[in-house]
């Protein structure tokens, strides 16, 4: 009696779990994009010593580190919100 109403529920909620997973993926771009942030400015000056625009290249390998881990996490958590009994 009552494994007809979970079960109509557990079908449900994987959907929902893959898109929080996926939301929650895009959003670590944030956080991994400002605290590279703090390793790829004082490089790119002092490996572009005397350019007055070396701030940008920092700033470009940091959005392409935020890429990167926004993906990785991303798949790591919908991992984790598939149903292993597919």
Known sequence: MFGNIESGTAKSRPLWARIGALILGIACFFPAFFLSLL??????????????????GGIAVSFW?????AIAASVYLLKRATPKNR
Not at 47 to 53: E, F, P, T
Not at 65 to 69: N, P, R, T
């Open 39 to 56: 390793a790829t400015i004082p490089w790119s000056k002092h490996y572009w010593a005397g350019d007055g625009q070396a701030v940008l």
């Open 65 to 69: 580190f935020g890429i990167a881990f």
